[in-house]
């Protein structure tokens, strides 16, 4: 399962750190999975912001977030980091974070589906 942390309220160009811990029988610190967040925003579909593949050393981001969110990974604790920076009222959404269940992939995928497990999700909202 995924537990994501850090959402909250902030001020328009300011910073949030999400977290996304895994945990369970698909997840070790042996074995990485691909894992990314995605974002809702109300009355809106749900939208790809980063990813990260098992190694950590391909990293993808939408065009909107670019330059000022960063995505990190912490094998050893199952833990990837969205360091968001700059944010803006438009950055407002609830952020889900998602994990490939195979640790033999070494790519990752902007789209939704190509992820098996998803977190409960955290509120992130910026106020201009």
């Known amino acids: 399962q995924l537990q994501a942390f850090g959402g909250g309220l902030v001020q328009a160009g300011g910073s949030l750190r999400l977290s996304c811990a895994a945990s369970g029988r698909s997840f070790s610190s042996r074995n990485a999975n691909a ?6 925003a109300p009355g809106k579909e749900r939208e790809f912001v980063a990813a990260v593949n098992r190694g950590g050393d391909l990293t993808i981001y939408s065009d909107s977030v670019k330059g000022r969110f960063t995505l990190s990974r912490d094998n050893a604790e199952n833990t990837v980091y969205l360091q968001m920076n700059s944010l803006k009222s438009e950055d407002t959404a609830v952020y889900f974070c998602a994990a490939k ?19 409960q999700g955290t509120q992130v909202t910026v106020s201009s």
């Open 101 to 119: 269940k195979s640790t033999t992939v070494t790519v990752v995928s902007r789209t939704s589906t190509w992820y098996d497990v998803w977190g």
């Open 35 to 40: 894992m990314a967040w995605f974002r809702q």
